[in-house]
């Protein structure tokens, strides 16, 4: 089973473009969701703190320890 990703994308020109690389194969199909300028902000702002919280923690210092054995 593939996991879902979500990336980020604008519409110029009545074409959706990829703001990132990634390696889609041909014919892959997509869902695209629709954000209003506020609902972008919010979950950008909503997810900050969180992320924050996983990605900046003093316990997985140990693993950055582990990989430069």
Known sequence: M????T????V???????LESA???EGVK???TLLSEDE???WLQASQKPL?????????DVYAQ???K
């Open 30 to 32: 997509v869902l695209v």
């Open 23 to 25: 390696d889609l194969p």
């Open 2 to 5: 593939n996991m879902l990703k």
């Open 52 to 60: 924050s919280t996983v990605w900046n923690n003093a316990e997985d």
């Open 66 to 68: 582990l990989l430069q």
């Open 7 to 10: 990336l980020w994308a604008t």
């Open 40 to 42: 972008t902000d919010f």
């Open 12 to 18: 110029r020109q009545g074409k959706i473009e990829i």
